[in-house]
């Protein structure tokens, strides 16, 4: 079945990069995306990657896509303390987004 | 324009009693989906509509959730008797464009449940 999984926390110093990583499970999904939950509130989709490309860059945000492996990743450069939040990877899977358990960045000062 | 949005934004309650939780999706979308949030579990997908029908209800946990949307503007998550482990943050979203493009979803700010 449709499966997302994500390590549960990371941890960087304001200033570094941040790597969070994602493997899915449905090689037919078209899209994969992060999403961000800041405290108390909904998620909001923070970019997304079409299934045919490797990589996409957006400011200070990259994704890369390994499809062979199916293994998503999200690279924020110049982390700040206003990126503490939870990151979600989720996949389209059968008109459906299907999410990971989220991971939890915490930037220290 | 106003999001989705969701009432109650937070629920206390007892166990056994009848918990509605609503939702009212942004305007001109017709997809609506019904999520819940548990740090044991992450976030599970419940049900989801498309124009105003039920497509899947495979994650309903058992017969004492059931969702509707009577109209398109409006959906409510029932669950009733309600359980301590039904205890959680529920967050309704909705979509423009999931059968077709990218499939954002718009979340409401969610619905906190605690059941005691």
């Known amino acids: 079945g449709e499966d997302v999984e994500q390590s549960l926390f990371l941890s960087v110093r304001e200033g570094d990069s941040s790597v969070i990583n994602c493997t899915y499970t449905?090689?037919?999904?078209?899209?994969l995306y992060w999403y961000k939950q800041e405290p108390g509130a909904g998620l909001q989709l923070l970019t997304y990657?079409?299934?045919?490309?490797d990589m996409k860059q957006d400011q200070r945000l990259t994704v890369l896509l390994n499809k062979k492996d199916k293994h998503l990743s999200l690279r924020i450069a110049d982390t700040q303390t206003g990126d503490s939040a939870i990151y979600f990877c989720a996949e389209n899977s059968s008109y459906k987004l299907i999410f990971g358990s989220g991971t939890r960045l915490l930037v220290r000062p | 324009d106003a999001g989705v949005i969701q009432s109650p934004r937070h629920e206390v309650t007892e166990m056994g009693q009848e918990v509605t939780l609503r939702c009212k999706p942004i305007?001109?979308?017709?997809?609506l989906f019904w999520y819940r949030q548990t740090m044991m579990r992450g976030l599970e997908l419940l049900i989801y509509?498309?124009?105003?029908?039920?497509?899947?209800d495979s994650g309903m946990p058992e017969d004492r959730f059931s969702a509707k949307m009577p109209n398109a503007s409006f959906s409510t998550l029932k669950i009733q008797p309600s359980e301590p482990r039904d205890s959680a943050v529920y967050f309704c979203a909705s979509s423009s464009q999931l059968l077709q493009g990218t499939g954002e979803l718009f979340f409401g700010e969610g619905s906190r449940l605690t059941v005691l």
């Open positions: 305007s001109g979308h017709n997809s």
């Open positions: 449905d090689s037919s999904s078209t899209y």
């Open positions: 990657i079409f299934s045919n490309m």
């Open positions: 509509f498309n124009n105003n029908v039920p497509i899947d």
